[in-house]
């Protein structure tokens, strides 16, 4: 059909060939950077002061010690506890800049965590573990904005996802258990993933709703940007 884009016959489908899946996956990197470079100059965030250092530590060793606390899903992946948020949050605390870096710290510790089990090709694992984990910085994009925390939070899980379903279709296809239904064959590495990611979310959006939960993270909150407020207090006063 064409370089980027395959006819499957069988199943009377059209499907992306592998150079496809390297172009969305190029695109979607490409949008981000851009994005975040724009979105950084206009957040008047904060950058890595002592404060956002600790706290973006202790958020990084949060979510890679909680990784090793999980549940394993029937399909496969499993469900970790509340991991992901502790990277989003940063994101949200501190903006883009900061959130894509801890983000990216965090997909090197889950790399490592691995040691290398899953790792077939360089690209498959930049799709696996730093292009997915990654993504969990763009919580950054609703930095200080309204209701920020949790929109920011789903909109980076379900990024993961779409880095994980894309290298699951280029190269894990072929490990498709025999009682997935053939019919939607197409479907599988979206099921997959999107299976312990999407359980794992709305676990922890349920747990977020509780009310001495959301009033504990919004303080943590004030804590976080405490620098920030005593910062514009203080320019507001010699004005």
């Not at 956002?52 to 202790?58: K, P, Q, S």
């Not at 279709?169 to 999407?198: C, G, H, Q, R, V």
């Amino acid at each position: 059909m064409s370089f980027f884009i395959t006819y499957i016959t069988d199943g009377d489908y059209y499907a992306l060939t592998k150079p496809g899946y390297i172009a969305v996956i190029a695109l979607l990197v490409v949008a981000i950077a851009i994005a975040a470079i724009i979105v950084g100059r206009r957040q008047k965030a904060e950058g890595l002061s002592s404060r956002t250092l600790a706290f973006a530590g202790i958020a990084l060793a949060l979510a890679f010690a909680t990784s090793f606390v999980k549940i394993e899903m029937p399909m496969g992946g499993s469900v970790t506890l509340f991991s992901m948020f502790f990277i989003t949050f940063i994101g949200y605390a501190y903006g883009i800049n900061v959130g894509l870096i801890t983000a990216f710290a965090y997909s090197l510790l889950q790399f490592i965590q691995s040691g290398g089990t899953y790792f077939l090709t360089p690209f498959q694992t930049c799709c696996d573990y730093f292009l997915a984990f990654t993504a969990l910085g763009i919580s950054g994009f609703w930095y200080k904005k309204k209701n920020g925390l949790l929109i920011g939070y789903i909109v980076a899980c379900l990024m993961r996802g779409v880095f994980h379903t894309i290298g699951g279709y280029m190269y894990w296809m072929d490990y498709m258990p025999e009682w997935f239904p053939k019919s939607i064959t197409n479907l599988y590495s979206i099921a997959y993933n999107y299976s312990y990611i999407l359980t794992e979310m709305i676990v922890t959006i349920a747990v977020l709703q509780i009310v001495p939960v959301k009033k504990a993270i919004a303080n943590i909150v004030k804590m976080a940007q405490s620098n920030e407020t005593i910062s514009f207090k203080k320019q507001k006063a010699s004005k």
